[in-house]
């Protein structure tokens, strides 16, 4: 086949080929242009008869030109968007350059969904038409106003017929017959009375059969009477002409019988699913485009409703097919539409959105820069030195800043736009699944509370078995969970608890942001997360005094716990921790990960933990630091066991004064430094658990004053009695968690003791001499006392702690232990709380008080008995 030179454009082309890749290529920007003209005038239509819904009627054949423009121009766009055309002999592929991220489809889309919407809400049986009784009237004003114009326009046409123009035209038998019968049909439409006309039923279909055929006869080239004849027969009574009237009357016919068809041709978009997967990619890259709408997502959803009216009824397959495709595509809308919620909620939340409004001076900040500022005796625009990592008072007001403030309300604006539309969005129904994005409120069935998803799909549509899951709201919840554990370590190490609490914050406050556009508590749904986080056995629990067997803690919980026992408690990085009496935190010789230990262990960070994971986060923490300090215990049991026929020997020497016996008997004595370290290590326990409690207080008597005061006054009247009641035992525990005990340390110890069943034989006894052996160690000749921390510099003065509490502990749990012993050989069973012996309390407080003057005596004995020049 020949190929002759064509012109195109002024250019010279050959072959078909080629003129149909011109012609696609130059075509594009023709239909760019028709489409961005459509934009505009459907989004003013849309806003016209949303103001102005009693011109709808009288407009709705305008309504159907913008839908079927807008839908010819939708069509093509995805017929050429990502095809390549080629038909040469070598079958290169020539791409059409047609730019997939046009953001008019989505404008398009969205008119045509909203003009959609307000046609179908003014015509009769919508879908809530016997539950909406109030729309009665505007149901039936398209079709009310039709009914009025057929009825006026067969007195013009009769009319026209009968001017000297036509009479001069001698219609043959046969037009005139059509002639009258258009007349009779149009004088025999029923007339519109009252509100009733919804009940008002009548076939046009005749009709417009007999127009056509009024048309096929004046335009064929046989007929004596052609269509010119008419014009100029009528168009000269100054109105319209004979086949304006016609024509117009056979469009507003088919407004009164044909409506929803017309509505189901020019607005429906079903052809789109033959291009479902360019629909998604086009979706996906203009939807949070520079110049997309986050809003337009519920038009690109609704276009999967119409996907199954390409299936054929009597092709079991191709239903199923269409189906799947059509669920598949909007399962992967609403993921993109999700996954662009969370980024928006993730760009409000990162250090460009609201933490850059964050950067204010903080008062650690001020002072570092006044420091640096006096240093320096020429003022300068740079930042002081050493400042780098803090911008100077004011940038955030700096010109070249509007860009990210104007970032950050783009952004604020589209999150809450996205919220408004998906809180607003109906159900989405694909043959047998509905989806949900947002908890549904179905009161326009008068049912008073918010139905589950379930529920909503089985009530309003029967037919639908399968509902999903309210998307919104397992996204916003899912990503805050996300970003939680992602916030809780940084780069080096821990995240500090003040700083994480200014994040939980800052994210919390951008989802009260779209809790004000949304029907739903996302409020609650946020500590159910942090409750998820902190505490992750079964509710029922929770009730519960006694520790469960198998203890269950969310995962934020463990990583935060962990890493204070681990680095703190332990020292397993080695980074030198000591504690400070005198200002209540440890510090530390180097940093551990990021930050030294002071930064992470003084009460104000303690406090922003306890309000981050509340009770059951201060519980799990103190349980931990309670299974390490029980094991340290055990140690301290072993090693008395072991030891016991040495610690008595050196009792006995101690007591007589035989200086040789008892020097020989502690030689003897094996990994003594080893059970100092242990005790030391739980001295770091008891005085981590002091400040958590008085954190823990402190946050409680902010938060719950009455509780607080309640618990302060119920511990002075609490009876002195030992053993005391379980009541009392839980009581005291409740308040030395708040540090509104008497002995914190003691009160610990004895719960320690308790539950693992500890200082249970006579080898306990010997604790006093066991603590007194520790004067022989070599750790004292490196012990220094630091004034400015109020501790010694190997925290020693933990030893001291360690041991006060251990020796009053294990006196009130052998006193107890005594006590029920003693009941059991007497009566034959456990005494009641008659038995209760009030000299108890008194009895142990002496038998305490007589054990650590044991420890002090033979302890001085021992140094003064070792003072010598070289020691």
Known sequence: MSYSALIFNGKFVYGFSEVHEQALISCDAIHHERRILLKQEIGRMVLFFTDQPSLLAPNIQMVFSALALAQCEVIWFFQHVGIASSKSKVARMVPVDIDPNDPTIGFLLDGMDHLCCLVRKYIAGSL??????????????????????????????????????????????????????????????????????????CDLSGFRKDWLSILMIVTSARSSINIRHLEKATVSTGKEGLLSEG??????????????????????????????????????????????????????????????????????????????????????????????????????????????????????????????????????????????????????????NNNSIKMLEAAMQRLTNLCSVLNDMEPICVLNHVFVLREVSIDMFQVGYLYPANLLGNFVFNILDDVSTEYMRECILGNFRRRLLSVLKTDNDLQRPSILESLIRRHMNIIHLAEQHISMDLTQGIREVLLLETFSGPVSSLHLFDR??????????????????????????????????????????????????????????????????????????DTMMKEHTAALLNCIDTSLRSNRELLEAVAGSMHSGDRIEREACLKQIVDLDTIIGFCIEAGQALAFDKLLAEAAGAVLEEGAPLIYSLLAGL????????????????????????????????????????????????????????????????????????????????????????????????????????HHQRQLLSNGHV???????????????ASIKSAMQLFIKFSAGIVLDSLHESN
């Open 715 to 818: 511990v002075k009247h609490i009876p002195e009695e030992i053993p005391e009641k379980r009541e009392i035992r839980r009581m005291r525990g409740v308040a030395n968690g708040v540090a509104l005990a008497g002995d914190h340390d003691s009160e610990w110890v004895r719960s320690i003791l308790e539950e693992v069943g500890g200082a249970n034989d006579g080898s306990w006894s010997l604790l006093p001499y066991l603590f007194a052996t520790f004067m022989t160690s070599n750790i004292w000749n490196t012990t220094g006392f630091n004034v400015d921390t109020g501790g010694f510099n190997n925290n020693i003065h933990c030893l001291a702690r360690c041991i006060n509490a251990v020796i009053a502990g294990s006196e009130y749990v052998r006193l107890a232990r005594e």
């Open 548 to 621: 469960p067997a198998e203890q269950h803690t969310g995962s934020a919980t463990e990583v935060v716990c962990n890493w204070y026992i681990e680095n703190i408690v332990k020292d397993m990085s080695g980074a030198g921790i000591l504690f400070t009496p005198m200002h209540k935190c440890f510090k530390s010789t180097r940093p551990v990960g990021g930050y030294f230990a002071e930064s992470v262990t003084d009460l104000g960070e303690l406090q922003a933990f306890v309000r981050i994971f509340g009770g059951y986060g201060v519980d799990r923490l």
């Open 247 to 400: 024509n117009a009357a056979y469009n507003w016919s088919r407004c009164v019988d044909e409506l929803e068809s017309q509505l189901s041709k020019h607005g429906s978009l079903r052809k789109l699913y033959f291009y479902h997967q360019h629909l998604t990619a086009v979706f996906r890259n203009t939807m949070f485009g520079p110049e997309g709408r986050p809003q337009h997502c519920c038009a690109w959803l609704g276009v999967a409703s119409s996907f199954p009216e390409c299936a054929s009824p009597i092709v079991p397959e191709e239903v199923t097919k269409i189906g799947r495709d059509a669920v598949l595509y909007v399962e992967s809308l609403i993921e993109s539409i999700m996954g662009g919620l969370e980024g928006l909620i993730n760009i409000l939340d990162s250090e460009g959105g609201f933490g850059a409004l964050e950067m204010q001076l903080l008062p650690e900040q001020a002072a570092f820069y006044l420091n640096n500022a006096s240093r320096v005796s020429i003022p300068s625009a740079k930042s002081p030195k050493g400042a780098v990592a803090y911008p100077l008072p004011g940038h955030e007001s700096y010109p070249e």
């Open 128 to 201: 809530f038409v016997d539950y909406l009784k109030d729309f009665t009237y505007f149901n039936a004003a398209i079709r009310g106003y039709a009914l009025s114009y057929l009825s006026s326009c067969a007195g013009r046409i009769r009319f026209l017929l009968g001017t000297p123009g036509m009479v001069a035209l001698d219609l043959d038998a046969t037009l005139k017959t059509l002639f009258q019968q258009i007349i009779n049909h149009l004088e025999n439409i029923p007339k519109p009375q009252g509100e009733n006309i919804s009940a008002i039923t």
């Open 831 to 845: 005494g009641n709380a008659d038995s209760l012996d009030p000299d108890m309390r008194v009895s142990a407080e």
